[in-house]
């Protein structure tokens, strides 16, 4: 009977040490897809990319002469 509470215990923490692996590998950036960014170049884009607008330059403010 003992032998089955040591056989739960050991299971537990193999359990918990595998769901901390899985958690530490997903937020490395293990499971990030490589194949990806080859086929994104292929999509085709309905709009084409806005250009951006330059920005406005401030002139200094005319003085009246008295």
Known sequence: MSSTFYLIGIGFFVG???WFL???AVKSGQFDDPEA???RMLDD???PAK???P???RTPAKR???
Do not use: G, M, Q, T
């Open 64 to 66: 009246k002469s008295p």
């Open 37 to 39: 960014p080859k086929y």
């Open 16 to 18: 918990v040490a595998a």
């Open 22 to 24: 899985f958690i530490w």
């Open 55 to 57: 920005p406005r330059l």
């Open 51 to 53: 250009a951006a607008k």
């Open 45 to 47: 884009d309905d709009e």
